[in-house]
T-cell receptor
Framework: KNEVEQSPQNLTAQEGEFITINCSYS?????LHWLQQHPGGGIVSLFM???GKKKHGRLIATINIQEKHSSLHITASHPRDSAVYIC??????????????FGKGTKLSVKP | NAGVMQNPRHLVRRRGQEARLRCSPM?????VYWYRQLPEEGLKFMVY????????ESGMPKERFSAEFPKEGPSILRIQQVVRGDSAAYFC?????????????FGSGTQLSVL
């Protein structure tokens, strides 16, 4: 079983701060997902990455396959970034597309 | 250009009743996934379907739960004889699966409450 650990569990930041959320997993994978769950419950897929780094607007995701670790960075944070951020990985045997193991999430609150 | 559509948004059932949750994937997507999020817990994979086929149901409870994705119409997650422990948010996602791993597009979820 692939264990997924996220840190921190909760994070409060001031608007404009640089934010880092971490995700570690126990078994090697081929791809990792970062998701955002809004306060209303809706889920948006932010990134899917298998190596290196991806950037979209103020969001940057990095992954280190050897160290089994990924980070999600938010630059110039804004109150609208307040959400739960979830990382997810496939099970160690590969499994089917979409059969993911999810972290418990990092609840981010950005204060104005 | 509608995204993944789930309905109903909220569903209230009494113990012993049946719950039917619907999911229409994004246009052009033929792969659907169902997930459950229990209160204060993380998301859990339930089932992966393609049109008319169940590909992976390893996360589905063995009893009372079933899923289908017919040739025409939405995917349905059906829960028979609901119990209070079934109260949760149920999300579906879809993908086009052009490659081995594809970005998932999620619906807004159905919040099931069992009285």
């Amino acid at each position: 079983k692939n264990e997924v650990e996220q840190s921190p569990q909760n994070l409060t930041a001031q608007e404009g701060e640089f934010i880092t959320i971490n995700c570690s997993y126990s078994v090697g994978i081929s791809a990792l997902h970062w998701l955002q769950q809004h306060p209303g419950g809706g889920i948006v897929s932010l990134f899917m990455l298998s190596s290196g780094k991806k950037k979209h607007g103020r969001l940057i995701a990095t992954i280190n396959i050897q160290e089994k670790h990924s980070s999600l960075h938010i630059t110039a944070s804004h109150p609208r970034d307040s959400a739960v951020y979830i990382c997810a990985v496939p099970p160690p045997y590969g499994g089917s597309q979409g059969n993911l193991i999810f972290g418990k999430g990092t609840k981010l609150s950005v204060k104005p | 250009n509608a995204g993944v559509m789930q309905n109903p948004r909220h569903l209230v059932r009494r113990r012993g009743q049946e719950a039917r949750l619907r999911c229409s994937p994004m246009k052009g997507h033929s792969h659907v996934y169902w997930y459950r999020q229990l209160p204060e817990e993380g998301l859990k994979f339930m089932v992966y379907l393609q049109k008319e086929n169940i590909i992976d149901e390893s996360g589905m409870p063995k009893e009372r739960f079933s899923a289908e994705f017919p040739k025409e119409g939405p995917s349905i997650l059906r829960i028979q004889q609901v119990v209070r422990g079934d109260s949760a948010a149920y999300f579906c996602a879809s993908s086009s699966l052009r490659g081995r791993y594809e970005k998932l597009f999620f619906g807004s979820g159905t919040q099931l409450s069992v009285l």
